[in-house]
Structure formats: structure tokens, C-alpha cells
């Protein structure tokens, strides 16, 4: 019996072993980011001074595979320095992908994006992502501990600039209030899905990014977590840009301008009071948060 069960167990190793390679060549096929710009940085001084958005959406069109139909088709959108736009849509609308095509996970298939009125093909992707900061919907937190957790991307982060992170997302009392403060290792403590996500907050706030993608949570987030969620917006937008995917309509509210997606493409940009008078699917959306008329909405506003 005992040779028998040890072969078994050696050719379950050795299948193991076999898939484990398998999955190790489909991860080295995959092609690689350019390190480097594509064309060279052309020097225009009459546009380095012209203020510029920030981001801007020139026709852009995308797919995810060569077989599936456009995402996203002709879009023109500029995000101003400054400020905090809102993108709402149905679901599957195409939100998702326009962060994608910020972030430069998918290349558009027509059009182009630019960063400070350059093109992204001028940029390296790390130039690019330097200056931007994701929030994703379902906040990941990477093993170890908060304190790693909150310098993920800024490892060199002092004290004192953690502190302020984890006081502006309201984390700070929390944390004051675990036996190893910030050295407590996540998986040890609950942390709850408005904790995950003010830890993704404050990681995203840490040394403060020119823009901040924030594709908020569609579950149902504590009244805490929205109030920090809110004040770290509207701090931000006052002196850099915000873009919210919004699923809240106290988001939605709260924005300086509203993009209204529908099917890929931009169906109508303004404020809520300008959307709410023209737009026939905006007014539907903002029903569907529960919200008929403007006396509900200055209910809520004031909440
Ligand atoms: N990784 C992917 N591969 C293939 N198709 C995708 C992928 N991601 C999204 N799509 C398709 O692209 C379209 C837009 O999706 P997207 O995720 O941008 O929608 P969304 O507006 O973010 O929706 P939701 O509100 O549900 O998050 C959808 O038709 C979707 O099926
Ligand atoms: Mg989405």
C-alpha cells in the first residue's frame, strides 16, 4: 500500500506542477507595456501655456476584443484641473471602460487621449498613472498591514502625511483604537466594506494626486464612510480634479458637472438642475436613486 500511495501522490504533485507551468507561459505571452513614450515629447510652447485640461477625450472609440462591438464610440470629454465630474449610465453603459481608457488598461481603437494637451503616446504609462490615483469599486486590500496597505504606492510616506490620510477618510480614531495602531495586520482585524474603503480612499490621497478616479462602491456604504467620502471629495476638487463614477445621488448632487452615458456614447454633460430640465434618461437615473422631485432632492441635500 504504501509505494501505491506515495506514486499517487507523486503524479497528483506532477499534474499540479504541469498546470502551475501552463499558467506561468500564458502569463509571460502576454505582451508587454512600452516603458517608454511611443513618439518623442514635441516641445509647443504656445500649448504648454494655454491651460489645458487636464485630460481630455478626442473621438475616442474602444474594444475589448477584435470580435466584440465598441464600448465606448466617439467620445469627446474634457476634465478641467479642477473640480469634481460626475459620470452616471445605466449599467454596461461604458463607465468603466472610460477609467480603463484613463488608466491605459485598454488603447483606444480610434481617437485619442491627452494628458495636458499632449497625447498619451507622448507620455510613458508610468508618467501617466503617476499622476492619477483609482479608487476601485471593490476596493482590494493587499496582505500585510494597514500601515503597508496605506504606502503602497508612496513606500517612503512619513508618519505625519499617514495621519492626515487616515483623519480625512475618519480612520484615525479606529485605528488609535487597535493594540498595533497602524502595524495591525489586515487579515487579523474585520474591517468592514466602508473600511476597505476609506483604506483604498486614504491610499489614493496619500501625496495628494492631480486626478482622482473614484468608482464608487453600489453597495450600500455606512453614513460615516459617505460623510468621509464626501468631505475627501470636495476637498479635492477644490484644488485638483475629481471623477466619480457615481452610484449615490448625494454624489451626483454633489458634483460640478454631470456626464450622462447611455450605450457608449455621451448622451448630455451639465449640472443636475440643467440635466434634470433637458435630459429624458438623467431624470429616469436620478428616479431610479429614489428621487422624484426637487423637494426630495433639497431633502437629501441637506441630510
Ligand atoms: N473585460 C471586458 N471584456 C469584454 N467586454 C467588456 C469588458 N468589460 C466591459 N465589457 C463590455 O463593455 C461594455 C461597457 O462596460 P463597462 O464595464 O464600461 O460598463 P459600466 O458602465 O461600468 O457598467 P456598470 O455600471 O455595470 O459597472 C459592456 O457592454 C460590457 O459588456
Ligand atoms: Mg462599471
Redesign the pocket.
Known amino acids: 500500500m504504501g509505494p501505491i500511495t506515495e506514486l499517487t501522490q507523486n503524479v497528483t504533485a506532477l499534474q499540479a506542477g504541469v498546470a502551475a507551468a501552463g499558467r506561468i507561459r500564458e502569463v509571460e505571452a502576454i505582451g508587454v507595456e512600452p516603458s517608454a513614450p511611443t513618439v518623442a515629447p514635441r516641445e509647443d510652447p504656445a500649448r504648454e501655456t494655454r491651460p489645458a485640461p487636464v485630460l481630455a477625450f478626442r473621438g475616442v472609440t474602444a ?3 477584435p470580435d ?2 465598441p ?2 464610440r466617439g467620445i469627446d470629454l474634457d476634465i478641467p484641473r479642477r473640480g469634481h465630474t460626475a ?1 452616471v ?12 481608457l484613463i488608466l491605459r488598461f ?1 488603447e483606444p481603437e480610434h481617437g485619442e487621449l491627452l494628458l495636458d494637451g499632449r497625447p498619451y503616446r507622448a507620455w510613458s504609462h508610468e508618467q501617466v498613472r503617476a499622476r492619477l490615483a483609482y479608487v476601485e ?1 471593490e476596493t482590494p486590500v493587499v496582505p500585510g498591514t494597514i500601515r503597508d496597505n496605506l504606502r503602497f504606492a508612496h513606500p517612503d510616506a512619513t508618519e505625519a502625511e499617514l495621519r492626515e490620510v487616515l483623519t480625512a477618510v475618519q480612520l484615525d480614531e479606529k485605528v488609535d483604537s487597535l493594540p498595533d495602531g497602524l502595524d495591525t495586520p489586515l487579515s487579523s482585524t474585520e474591517v468592514s466594506g466602508g473600511q476597505r474603503q476609506r483604506i483604498a480612499l486614504a491610499r489614493a490621497m496619500l501625496r495628494t494626486p492631480e486626478v482622482l478616479l473614484l ?1 464608487e462602491a ?1 453597495a450600500q456604504l455606512d453614513g460615516l464612510t459617505e460623510a468621509a467620502l464626501h468631505e475627501c471629495i470636495r476637498q479635492r476638487a477644490a484644488v485638483g480634479a475629481v471623477v466619480t ?1 457615481a ?1 449615490r445621488l448625494s454624489t451626483v448632487l454633489d458634483a460640478d458637472r454631470i456626464v450622462v ?1 447611455d450605450g ?1 456614447r455621451i448622451r448630455a454633460q451639465g449640472t443636475h438642475r440643467e440635466l434634470l430640465a433637458a435630459d429624458d434618461l438623467y431624470r429616469r437615473l436620478v428616479e431610479a436613486l429614489r428621487i422624484a422631485a426637487d423637494r426630495d432632492v433639497a431633502s437629501v441635500a441637506t441630510v
Open positions: 474594444r475589448y476584443g466584440e462591438p464600448a465606448v459620470v449610465g445605466p449599467s454596461g453603459a461604458g463607465k468603466t471602460t472610460l477609467f480603463s485598454l469599486q468608482d453600489t463614477i452610484h452615458l457608449g
